[in-house]
């Protein structure tokens, strides 16, 4: 068992869940937006395929820069220790807005934000291959309420993120 093994299936499976449920959607319902304020699950799933791109972009970077000693290891001090639930129950209750970088602004179909946000799945897998348990419990990603992650956190959180919009979609089901 690799040091992240546990946290990549858990995301795999968040995403694969994610998944089912927008097979259920037409290529119109994908694109349907209750209201000019709320998103459509196309739109959810290019947030999703947005800030997961930049928080796996950024473990990578912060990996790469160990490795290449650019940076030392740094244990992530508020949460070291701290599963990524023990972080949630600390924070609660929170509000989070998402950062402007990962709001839709694309648009496009469904189908296609699915297909790309799956392809980020063969990142983590290639992270999973070379890092080390010590480089693992480093921190990879600094979340605007959580705060500093190790790379088992942000996986974590990766999977809760997705969870917490897959019941976001399930909820545009019921209005469809």
């Given at each position: 068992?690799?040091?992240?093994?546990?946290?990549?299936?858990?995301?795999?499976?968040?995403?694969?869940?994610?998944?089912?449920?927008?097979?259920?959607?037409s290529?119109?319902?994908?694109?349907?937006?209750?209201?000019k304020?709320?998103?459509?699950?196309?739109?959810i799933?290019?947030?999703?395929?947005?800030?997961?791109?930049?928080?796996?972009?950024?473990?990578?970077k912060?990996?790469?820069?160990?490795?290449?000693?650019?940076?030392?290891?740094?244990?992530?001090?508020?949460?070291?220790?701290?599963?990524?639930?023990d972080?949630l129950r600390?924070?609660?209750?929170?509000?989070?807005?998402?950062p402007k970088?990962?709001?839709?602004r694309?648009?496009?179909?469904l189908?296609?934000?699915?297909?790309?946000l799956?392809?980020?799945?063969?990142?983590?897998?290639?992270?999973?291959?070379?890092?080390?348990?010590?480089?693992?419990?480093?921190?990879?990603f600094?979340?605007?309420?959580?705060g500093?992650?190790?790379?088992?956190?942000?996986?974590?959180?990766?999977?809760?993120?997705?969870?917490?919009?897959?019941?976001q979609?399930?909820?545009?089901?019921?209005?469809?």
């Amino acid at each position: 068992m690799s040091f992240l093994e546990k946290q990549i299936e858990s995301l795999d499976e968040a995403r694969a869940n994610y998944f089912e449920l927008l097979h259920t959607f037409s290529q119109t319902e994908g694109i349907w937006k209750p209201s000019k304020d709320e998103w459509s699950a196309a739109e959810i799933t290019e947030h999703l395929f947005w800030a997961e791109l930049g928080i796996s972009n950024h473990m990578w970077k912060q990996f790469s820069d160990m490795r290449e000693g650019l940076t030392g290891p740094k244990n992530s001090s508020t949460n070291e220790g701290l599963s990524f639930d023990d972080i949630l129950r600390l924070h609660e209750p929170y509000s989070v807005e998402a950062p402007k970088q990962t709001l839709p602004r694309i648009k496009g179909p469904l189908a296609f934000w699915m297909s790309v946000l799956g392809g980020l799945r063969s990142a983590y897998h290639r992270l999973e291959l070379d890092i080390t348990y010590d480089e693992a419990k480093c921190m990879a990603f600094t979340h605007q309420v959580f705060g500093e992650l190790d790379y088992h956190q942000t996986l974590d959180f990766l999977a809760y993120h997705i969870n917490r919009h897959k019941d976001q979609a399930q909820r545009l089901i019921e209005r469809l």
